[in-house]
């Protein structure tokens, strides 16, 4: 693969003066129609061979097309901030939203390679790197982002014939460094390690473009019209409609799993006195944990889901009660706003990812695409079937960072949440917490515990296992609950 990039591609001034402007105008225009049409993102991910021109290739397509649609990130070293979460934190952070153009400098593949190189990670971790890395540009492609993936190279002569002008040019001198020159001391070593790499992890929905960067105007040409072709496509692609799916899903269902709700006993209460004794206890137990100076290498994920009026808000406010203001923060979720919906479904969910020794209260989750958008049609088979195992991969990578992720289902009967949507109404400030639409998801009842069933099944894991609460009596789930944060948290700093 690499190989084939060292030929020697050249291109006379003539023949870039008169390919380069009618480029410039055809991707320009192709921007704006992108812009326009709300499609992609596309995202163009740049590494390869130090001074290959990656700088060069990303300034010269800004000057090509218009920097309000366009956006360049360089990822050096990982900031604190960045420090405290998991890997994956900064790239989502930084994904271009619908109808932009992103370009990720020295992105997830550099600094994997470069961990290989110094020895930080051997053969074994490099390939569950790369597995992780095809699952997370699988999930971004299904989302419907355009990933451009370009490998600038050059041999190990040009690469030190390229160091050297820059050196030597006081203009440039600042652009090369002490460990430019050391990653070019090992190039022999990193070449086979590079075709490794490159051929693992070039797939059908992201493949690898290796360009060779000796002549710098092949080079850019070859990246722009690369890059307007896929827009052109990208655009040229029927747009396709989201119809209004049954629930029959298109791989095998779990038998009767939704028995897992039907067999909660309902009936479970709590004296006042024990409920009093069992508040006071763990919260006392939960604000020693969360002080605790080993929690400042964990972070705690809470995540609460449930029928509607189950008592999640009152669960919440009691868990609250016992940590510092400063400490956490509540996300409540609803419908995605535009900007959320102009990024992958995963995104915004991201974006709230506590840092080690933070919290975060999720009330209602990303499990929204495969309960509420499910049922209501508002995603595609496909879209809900794929999310399970894109749910289990972010909380195995919160997990792996250091969050204790502790997910709960609150389950009432439907006699008693038909009592509590009458005492809402009649109960002048409770009016607020029900509308239109909690009276006609109780029509759909048997369709929610059917997802919930399958939610239980396929994304109740090892480290992120959920706990099914009977909330029938909001005493004995708010006991329940702190309780089991705590002995979470207790397993967890051991």
């Known amino acids: 693969m690499l190989e084939s990039a060292e030929i020697g591609h050249t291109i006379t001034k003539a023949a870039y003066a008169h390919d380069e402007p009618r480029l410039r105008e055809a991707l320009l225009n192709a921007q704006y129609d992108l812009a326009q049409s709300a499609r992609g993102p596309a995202l163009l991910v740049i590494s390869g061979v130090e001074g290959g021109g990656r700088g060069e290739i990303a300034n010269q397509l800004t000057a090509w097309m218009d920097p309000r649609h366009i956006r360049v990130v360089a990822f050096g070293p990982r900031t604190p901030e960045e420090e405290a979460r998991p890997p994956a934190w900064r790239y989502w952070r930084a994904l271009p939203a619908k109808g932009k153009v992103g370009i990720f400098m020295n ?53 030190k014939k390229r160091l050297r002008q820059l050196d030597h040019d006081p203009r440039t001198s600042w652009r090369v460094t002490r460990d430019d020159w050391t990653r070019y001391r090992v190039y022999s070593r990193s070449h086979d390690l590079w075709e490794h790499v490159l051929r693992e ?76 004794e069992g508040v006071e206890r763990y919260q006392g137990k939960l604000a020693k944990l969360t002080r605790n100076k080993r929690f400042a290498d964990h972070s705690l994920v809470l995540v609460f889901e449930g029928a509607d009026a189950a008592g999640k808000g009152g669960a919440i406010r009691r868990v609250t009660a016992a940590l510092d203001a400063r400490q956490y923060v509540t996300v409540p979720i609803a419908a995605p706003t535009d900007e959320e919906r102009a990024h992958p479904y995963l995104w915004r969910f991201w974006r709230q990812v506590p840092p080690r020794g933070g919290i975060v209260i999720f009330d209602r989750s990303w499990y929204g695409r495969v309960l509420v958008e499910r049922v209501e049609g508002l995603c595609s088979v496909t879209d809900w079937m794929r999310a399970y195992d894109e749910i289990n991969q972010f909380e195995e990578q919160l997990t792996t960072a250091g969050a204790v992720v502790v997910k709960f289902w609150l389950q009432i009967s439907p006699a008693e949440q038909l009592r509590r949507f009458r005492e809402r109404e009649r109960t002048s400030f409770k009016r607020f917490k029900i509308t239109a639409e909690d009276w006609r998801n ?29 909330a029938e009596d909001k005493n004995y789930a708010r006991v329940k609950i702190l309780r089991t944060i705590v002995r979470r948290l207790e397993a967890a700093l051991a």
Do not use: C
């Open 442 to 470: 109780r029509t759909k009842s048997t369709d929610y515990k059917s997802a919930v069933g399958d939610v239980v099944d396929r994304t109740s894991t090892e480290i992120a296992t959920w706990t099914l609460v009977e």
């Open 201 to 276: 992890t070039s797939t059908g929905e992201a493949p690898w473009y290796v360009v060779e960067g000796v002549d710098e105007r092949y080079r850019n040409l070859s990246v722009g019209k690369i890059l307007l072709g896929t827009m052109q496509r990208t655009l040229a692609a029927k747009r396709s409609r989201v119809p209004k799916h049954s629930l029959t899903p298109t791989a095998p269902a779990v038998i009767d799993n939704v028995k897992l709700i039907r067999d909660l006993d309902l009936t479970k209460r709590i004296a006042l006195n024990k409920y009093e």
């Open 107 to 159: 992105a997830w593949y550099s600094e994997m390679l470069a961990a290989r190189v110094r020895g930080e990670i051997d053969d074994g971790e490099l390939h569950a790197r790369m597995a992780a890395i095809r699952q997370h540009e699988r999930m971004l492609t299904d989302e419907g982002l355009v990933l451009l993936k370009f490998w600038i190279h050059l041999s190990k002569a040009a690469q």
